[in-house]
């Protein structure tokens, strides 16, 4: 079965710009979670979706937002962007049933904002 | 709001030997799990190891195991005869078990250790 994958890898953006990064989760998995992570701040929730349906988002600015689609994919877009969201932007997905709840992770999209 | 705190930036190991990697975390509930993630040079986050709560057995994959300490909020991770495919920044993290709002799929994660193998 083929892992979570996440594109683009790498992305060089300047300030005020957007960007759209994707995440196509594990096959069968529903939920989809964004982290973000920085050597200052570690690993930061961002979101989650479940069923196209935003169910939780962490302490992040409305520049942040995301979406899925009927097929499970994720997409996470930062608006206006800022020199300190240089990052490397994880996604993960897991069934979110009885049968598991471990969140299984992609490779990363690494953001660098000039 | 629930932290988990690893105290050990850096760790090194000799191949072959054993090495435990520390965690301890902040809640008030008495139902959750916690997980210890590898996060090898190359970036991809991979599941260690998975420990429910109300279950008092340690878990243990292969030369993996923790020390759970529920009372003291402990969660150790050991690593036997470390190999240099083992070297890795290591996540622990805890995830609640009750449904609902801002439980769903949020992991809070340790700012993490950095464990070296030396040959």
């Known amino acids: 079965k083929a892992g979570v994958t996440q594109t683009p890898r790498y992305l060089i953006k300047t300030r005020g710009q957007q960007v759209t990064l994707s995440c196509s989760p594990i096959?069968?998995?529903?939920?989809v979670s964004w982290y973000q992570q920085t050597p200052g701040q570690g690993l930061q929730f961002l979101f989650e979706?479940?069923?196209?349906?935003?169910?939780n988002k962490g302490n992040f600015p409305g520049r942040f937002s995301g979406r899925q689609f009927s097929n499970s994919r994720s997409e996470m877009n930062v608006s206006t962007l800022e020199l300190g969201d240089s990052a490397l932007y994880l996604c993960?997905?897991?069934?979110?049933?009885?049968?598991?709840?471990?969140?299984?992770f992609g490779p990363g999209t690494r953001l660098t904002v000039l | 709001a629930q932290t988990v705190t690893q105290s050990q930036p850096e760790m090194s190991v000799q191949e072959a030997e054993t090495v435990t990697l520390s965690c301890t975390y902040d809640?008030?509930?008495?139902?959750?799990?916690l997980f210890w993630y590898k996060q090898p040079p190359s970036r991809q986050m991979i599941l260690v190891i998975r420990?429910?709560?109300?279950?008092?057995q340690n878990a243990t994959e292969n030369r993996f195991s923790v020390n759970f300490q529920k009372a003291a909020k402990s969660f150790s991770l050991k690593i036997s005869d470390s190999q240099l495919g083992d070297a890795a920044m290591y996540f622990c993290?805890?995830?609640?078990?009750?449904?609902?709002?801002?439980?769903?799929?949020?992991?809070?994660f340790g700012q993490g250790t950095i464990l070296t193998v030396h040959p």
């Open positions: 993960a997905s897991s069934l979110e049933n009885r049968k598991g709840n471990e969140q299984f």
């Open positions: 096959s069968g998995h529903r939920s």
């Open positions: 979706y479940f069923s196209e349906t935003q169910r």
């Open positions: 809640t008030s509930e008495s139902d959750y799990y």
């Open positions: 420990q429910e709560a109300y279950k008092q």
């Open positions: 993290a805890y995830r609640t078990s009750n449904a609902g709002g801002t439980s769903y799929g949020k992991l809070t």
